[in-house]
């Protein structure tokens, strides 16, 4: 089964750029379908954005379309999350998630249907 392990989180301004990395080992990485979600103090887990297996679909949350952009490279065993315009509400642990389901339209956001997850990586944005 697959590990993933993010980096690239920290302290950035408001309207400045992150980007997080999630390197997968342990499985083969081009048959799971990618996710980032976060999670900031006393809330709930947040979908962010989410990836198919060749990078071709990518799916967001309203409140960060436009500003983030995820990626993938299946030579790498890599996905990434690309963070502009960055506010404090982004402020979080943004955690990595792989799945073997299909990312359907209706499900592609339901952390349930994420069967591995990483440990997570602080990003904070003050403003």
């Known amino acids: 089964q697959v590990q993933l392990v993010e980096s690239g989180g920290g302290l950035v301004q408001a309207g400045g750029s992150l980007r997080l990395s999630c390197a997968a080992s342990?499985?083969?990485?081009?048959?799971?379908?990618m996710g980032w979600f976060r999670q900031a103090p006393g809330k709930e887990r947040e979908f962010v954005a989410a990836?198919?297996?060749?990078?071709?679909?990518?799916y967001y949350a309203h409140s960060v379309k436009g500003r983030f952009t995820i990626s993938r490279d299946n030579a790498k065993n890599t996905v990434y999350l690309q963070m502009n315009s960055l506010k404090p509400e982004d402020t979080a642990v943004y955690v990595c998630?792989?799945?073997?389901?299909?990312?359907?339209?209706?499900?592609?956001?339901?952390?349930?249907?994420?069967?591995?997850w990483g440990q997570g990586t602080q990003v904070t944005v003050s403003s």
């Open positions: 998630a792989a799945r073997l389901t299909p990312l359907y339209s209706s499900t592609y956001d339901t952390a349930s249907d994420f069967g591995f």
């Open positions: 342990g499985g083969t990485f081009s048959s799971y379908r």
């Open positions: 990836i198919t297996t060749s990078g071709a679909t990518t």
